[in-house]
């Protein structure tokens, strides 16, 4: 825990959540003392008050004078599943939920990335979006498309998920490869404000590309997905 960039009492309060969300605390009961927890973790009973508090303000603790302190309620934040293994299964995923559009360009964006990702086309529309489901956040999208394919459908691009639209213009827009990779991270100001998470609870940052055949990028994003909603489903080949 100490070699990670975030704070110690942020990735006690993680566990922490972890065991209320699996009912392993269930509501009412009396969870460990600080002096306990501290030395569970190997922290400064301050760090481990810090974790709890950071609980109570989030009203799955509360403290009970001359008792302890005990279990509100289970946070009832769904686990969504978004790594999968086909684009099929990624585009249902986002037909469920919901998003609204934070910033909207379509004045010649252009993605900023890694050499190796392919080639660049002549201009993109870009798009930051706030997705949810079940009326609360759990990503935030900035994504950049081929300015052409756009231009396909722009009313319902600006309105609808851009995967699941993707894959229904498959006769006029080949996709020929598509990648993504993930890595952990910690929220910063404005992800925890949009994500309604506490500053430094981690996230998942997922950069997703598609290619046409001449390797040129027809979808490039960068999304950030609430860490404690996450559920990873990938086959393993054998």
Known sequence: M?????PLYLQIADILR???NRREWLAGALIPTLEALASEFKVARVTARQAVQLLASEGLLASRRGYGTVVTKADDAPNIVVMKTSLESLAAMYETTSAKILTFDESHAMPSVAADAGKLGSNYVHMRRLHFTKGKPYAVISLYLLQEVF?????????????PLLLRMKRAVRIER?????????????????????VGTPVAHVTRVFLDRQDRILYYAEVLYRGDWVKWEIELQT
Not at 2 to 6: E, L, T
Not at 151 to 163: G, M, T
């Open 151 to 163: 231009q396909r459908s722009p009313e319902e691009f600006r309105l609808r998920a851009v995967i």
């Open 2 to 6: 100490a070699s990670s960039p975030i």
């Open 18 to 20: 972890g065991r209320i």
């Open 178 to 198: 598509a990648h993504q990779t993930m890595s952990i991270g910690a929220a910063d100001p404005e992800t925890a404000r949009l994500l309604e998470i506490s």
